[in-house]
């Protein structure tokens, strides 16, 4: 009886799996699903093609370049697109105890140095959210002294049911979160020692030290089995400390919904994997080339663009600023292209620019 029922679930037609995949939570629940047998791996498979496939639609038909906040006087500030080399928009905002933290969604996140508010900003609109401070009982060491990483689930414009991540950027690099409707902040729990954090579709990934990547829908951590490949942990065996100390992580989502971990590597390059998801070994595999896309690493938030949409944009290229994750301040901030095709360096901006955002 066991035996024949499994069979009859082991056939449902493609176009029925296909239907019940639309009520799952996409990369969360598909991993599961696709193990039950090599029919429902099928269905996974062409629902992720077809997500693809819209998603690239999407970034070609939505997607903006991102721009970098500027300020040049007290109180004034500009969104400056390196690429065509022009401002493209100018607000006042009166910063006073305030700290740029990050940005995401097109919203500037805040926080005051000595109540510790958070606040979300919107500089096309100037409309204000303000969030209750973090690091109060809850949360005692999320300290104000060190700089964080912030990243919506959502427009709060567009859903008002958004969460928002912060990881501290401390010795213990903790994330906690915000839900809208939440009275105070919370620990993602079971976490420490983060690298960066990304949202796709509503689902956060945290990357760990050691390339450990868990996925976190507000409610349920799941830690996703990811091999490395066997260059990158003999690097990692054989590097120094201090080297490792000095290396930055970046997670950003590519424009056809894949994953990507880049990293810094000590003599200033870039190694770009991807995570390999359905295959009988989760992987990161390392791309030799980003084809069309161009990435735009930040400590504060990464994002990926179709490079042939925007007139000027390198392909197959990362923008990036010239600061280090761990010692923000040390160095010179200014923004640099790298090409993967031959691994050269480019410097884009002669000013050095404060504070250090991708919108």
């Known amino acids: 009886m066991g035996s024949s029922s499994n069979s009859e679930w082991s056939s449902l037609p493609v176009d029925i799996l296909l239907l019940i995949l639309d009520y799952l939570v996409p990369m969360r629940d598909y991993l599961g699903f696709s193990e039950v047998c090599s029919q429902w791996k099928h ?17 070609r038909l939505h997607q903006k370049l991102p721009l970098v906040l500027v300020s040049f006087r007290i109180g004034t500030f ?21 700290r740029f933290e990050g940005c995401s969604h097109g919203w500037l996140i805040l926080l005051h140095l000595r109540t510790h508010e958070v606040r979300l900003y919107n500089p096309f609109s ?3 959210i303000h969030l209750p401070p973090i690091g109060g009982k809850s949360i005692p060491d999320f300290s104000a002294a060190y700089e964080k990483k ?5 427009d709060p414009d567009h859903n008002s049911s958004f969460v928002l991540v912060m990881m501290s950027r401390d010795s213990e690099r903790r994330a906690a979160f915000f839900r809208s409707g939440d009275e105070d902040w919370t620990y993602v729990k079971n976490l420490k020692c983060l690298e960066d954090i990304a949202c796709v579709d509503r689902i956060f990934y945290l990357l760990e030290w050691q390339n450990v990547v868990f ?26 400390r201090l080297d490792r100390f000095f290396r930055d992580e970046f997670l950003v989502e590519s424009p056809e919904g894949d994953l990507l971990r880049v990293e810094k590597t000590k003599t200033g390059g870039f190694l770009v994997y991807k995570l390999v998801w359905f ?7 390392e791309v030799e080339s980003l084809g ?50 031959d691994r050269t360096f480019t410097r884009l901006s002669p000013i050095i620019i404060r504070p250090v955002l991708w919108i």
Not at 43 to 59: G, N
Not at 228 to 235: A, E, F, I, Q
Not at 293 to 298: R, S
């Open 43 to 59: 269905a996974v498979c062409k629902k992720l093609e077809d997500l693809r496939f819209k998603r690239r639609r999407h970034c």
């Open 215 to 240: 996925s976190w829908d507000g409610f349920e951590l799941r830690w996703i089995p990811s091999r490395v490949d066997r260059r990158s942990l003999h690097r990692y065996f054989t590097e120094s």
């Open 78 to 98: 500009c969104l400056y697109d390196f690429v065509q080399r022009k401002s493209v928009w100018e607000f006042q905002l009166k910063q006073g105890d305030w």
């Open 126 to 128: 100037g409309k204000s």
């Open 279 to 285: 295959s009988r070994n989760s992987r990161w595999e």
């Open 292 to 341: 069309d896309v161009a990435l735009f690493l930040g400590h504060n938030s990464s994002i990926s663009v179709m490079a042939s949409d925007f007139p000027g944009c390198r392909p197959n290229s990362i923008y990036f600023f010239s600061q280090s994750n761990k010692y923000p301040s040390r160095l010179d901030r200014k923004v640099y292209v790298f090409s993967l095709n």
């Open 150 to 154: 912030c990243v919506l689930s959502a």
